[in-house]
Structures are given as structure tokens and as C-alpha cells.
């Protein structure tokens, strides 16, 4: 089978990785002019004119996407010609922070108060009603922390306005939350579905920094109420793939903060962590092949390399640390591999994970919460 892939940067490389095992071939077709992907055929449409799609498709027998963020007429034209898995209908709400609200909302799951606004003024008004302190998103577009501002009083709303810079925005209340938690789950197009265990996550700057799975002190009613969302979404949207749901945990419970319906940064612990990784799993259930087991073997943690590569040789000589890099230039901000980390205790993991950051410049203060 030949997959045709929307996007051609770490996570597309990820995905043929595990796709080449299971005599899967991979056709990338590129809109950015600067793939990394490294791997398969790579057409390159810069600016996503269309001028390449038929040559594209025409040799793929089914279309997945690495990034959400693509034209919606460009999906909705594909999947007239080849199945495309996830389908637009999973694009058109993950990519629309709105649309996103307001899918929690009707299927009940728990997600902060918020308000859309179209003007600073507006944003002002959403403030004041919901109390400060707020956090003001772009309703599309955004990630990885950008088209993102707190607002720690009504009067930062010019600023916040100017700084975010789009025609909308989804004004947030804050949520008093311990820790940042995923899930991701897979479902085939038979229907079979399959949840990985919760995940933990750190962020710095917006940036994802490290996930440990199974995420420390998470007690079963925990996993299966994560695993009661995301099944939700995933059969409302009748989702086929990976499909991700970040939560925060409360004292009231698990509350939905945004999903994406890919394979996800906070999974990258599972190649080396599960029998059968996200990545494995999403080409598995678009392939109508049976899923794999999602079971994590031991507590695993995923650390990312962030605008510099680190001492290279140092983590290879550690016997505990595989190295993933992406084929990517450094520069700041950018995700350039990551290290997963096993260890058979947290206390241990801690450890090891701590060893291991010392390697990467620029580490924020690992790990306090697993020991």
C-alpha cells in the first residue's frame, strides 16, 4: 500500500519509519519548499498552488496528514479522488478553535469558559466578564504557543490584540489545574478503537518539553474518564486514525483544553515505550489493518531537543537514551529530535531523564514531578 502524506516534516518522518516494516511506501506532497522528511517521494507544491496534486494522488492509495493546518478546499478535493483519513470533518473543528469549544460543549466535556472576540474592544468586554486573569488565542492557526497572550488585566487588551494579530480570538478563563495531561487514541475503519495511557506534560515558552507515560498517580477512574471524552469525539466525528485530546487535571476532574487528529508530540514516548507506537497505529487503523497493543512496558519518558542539538555523542553512551533527530537545521525555537528515556521506577526515571538533559543547552528545570 502506498500512503500519500500531507506534510513532509518529523512527524511524516516518524510515520514512514514505522510504515516501511509493514511494506507500506510513502509519497509526501510538501506546500512549506522545505521538507525534512528525508524519506519516499516528495512533491513539492511551495505555497500549495495545486499545480501537483494530480500528480500526487495519482500515486497513493489512501491520503493522511502530518499538521491540521491546511486549506479545508484542498482536503475536500482529495477526498473526492482518494480516501483521506482523518476526514475533513475532523480538520475543519481542530483547526477552528471555536468550532473545537463548542464540540466539548455538546458532548459535555468539561472544557474552561470562554468567549469569542472580533476587536480589542471586544476582547476587553470578554475579560471583564469572565475575569481576569484570561488567555486570548487565535481561533485558528495557532500553535505551539504562537498567536497566543495572557491578559492580567482588562487594559492589556490592545496589546494583547496587536500582539496576537488575527481577525479572531477565543478568550479563555483560567483554569486551576496540578498538571497538563493527553491521551491518544486510535480507531480503524472497522471501528476498532484503542486508548494509550495519559500522559504528562511540560511545557516551556509554549513548547512542549517532556511527557512521561504512563503519566505518574493516575488512578483508573482517571484513564477511563480521558478515554470517555476522546471515544466521544472520536465517534461524533467518526474519526479514522490518531486522534490526540490535551486535558487538564483539577480538583473537579479532567478538563478538555484542544485535541488534534494526528499523531502528536506527547505520543513520541510510545515508539520505544508500546508494542506498537502511535505512529504504527495511526497507519494500522487508516490501512483498515487490526491495532496494535497500546500498553506502555515500563514508565517512559519523551524529552524534546529544542533549537540545539546537544552533546550527541554523550546520550549515545547512555544505555537508557535513544536518540531521534530530525534531519533539521538548528534555530531557536525549533524542534530538532528528542531522546526517550525507560527506566523500571519513576525515582529511577527521574534520574536518568536528568542525566540526559544535562546534554541539552538551553534545559529548563527537569523532572520535579515523577520522583
Not at 486510535?186 to 495519559?198: I, K
Amino acid at each position: 500500500m502506498k500512503i500519500g502524506v500531507l506534510g513532509a516534516g518529523q512527524l511524516g518522518r516518524m510515520l514512514a519509519i514505522a510504515g516501511y516494516p509493514l511494506e507500506m511506501s510513502f509519497s509526501f506532497y510538501d506546500t512549506s519548499g522545505s521538507p525534512s522528511v528525508g524519506f519516499g517521494d516528495i512533491i513539492v507544491d511551495k505555497g500549495g498552488s495545486g499545480d501537483q496534486l494530480e500528480n500526487f494522488l495519482q500515486n497513493v492509495d489512501v491520503v493522511t496528514y502530518e499538521f491540521e493546518h491546511l486549506p479545508l478546499e484542498l482536503t475536500q478535493a482529495i477526498e473526492k479522488q482518494k480516501p483521506l483519513y482523518p476526514s475533513s470533518k475532523s480538520i475543519e473543528v481542530c483547526q477552528n478553535r471555536s468550532k473545537e469549544k463548542a464540540l466539548f460543549k455538546t458532548l459535555g466535556i468539561p472544557t474552561a469558559n470562554y468567549r469569542i472576540a472580533t476587536s480589542a474592544d471586544e476582547l476587553a468586554q470578554a475579560a471583564t466578564e469572565l475575569g481576569c486573569p484570561v488567555v486570548a488565542k487565535s481561533v485558528t492557526e495557532g500553535y505551539d504557543g504562537k498567536g497566543q497572550a495572557v491578559l492580567r488585566d482588562v487594559a492589556d487588551a490592545q496589546t494583547a490584540w496587536n500582539s496576537i494579530n488575527h481577525d479572531a480570538v477565543i478568550v479563555e478563563s483560567f483554569i486551576n489545574f496540578s498538571r497538563e495531561l493527553s491521551i491518544i487514541a486510535a480507531r480503524s475503519t472497522n471501528g476498532e478503537v484503542a486508548f494509550y495511557p495519559l500522559a504528562e506534560n511540560n511545557h516551556h515558552d509554549g513548547i512542549l518539553r517532556y511527557s512521561i507515560a504512563p503519566a505518574p498517580k493516575v488512578s483508573m477512574e482517571l484513564q477511563k474518564q480521558a478515554q470517555s471524552y476522546i471515544k466521544a469525539l472520536i465517534n461524533e466525528l467518526n474519526h479514522v486514525g490518531v486522534l490526540t485530546l490535551e486535558l487538564f487535571e483539577t480538583p473537579e476532574g479532567l478538563m478538555a483544553n484542544e485535541m488534534a487528529p494526528r499523531v502528536h508530540n506527547s505520543g513520541h514516548w510510545s515508539i520505544e515505550g508500546a508494542a506498537s507506537s502511535q505512529f504504527e497505529n495511526h497507519l494500522r487503523a487508516i490501512a483498515g489493518l487490526p491495532l496494535g497493543n497500546t500498553d506502555a512496558n515500563k514508565p517512559t519518558c519523551m524529552i524534546n531537543i529544542i533549537a540545539e542539538k546537544g552533546d550527541k555523542e554523550a546520550i549515545l553512551k547512555l544505555p537508557y537514551a535513544h536518540l531521534h533527530l530530525y534531519g533539521k537545521e538548528e534555530r531557536k525555537g525549533r524542534k530538532l529530535g528528542h531522546v526517550t528515556v525507560q527506566a523500571d521506577s519513576y525515582e529511577e526515571l527521574a534520574w536518568r531523564v536528568k542525566n540526559v538533559a544535562s546534554f541539552l543547552p538551553g534545559s529548563p528545570d527537569f523532572i520535579s514531578s515523577i520522583s
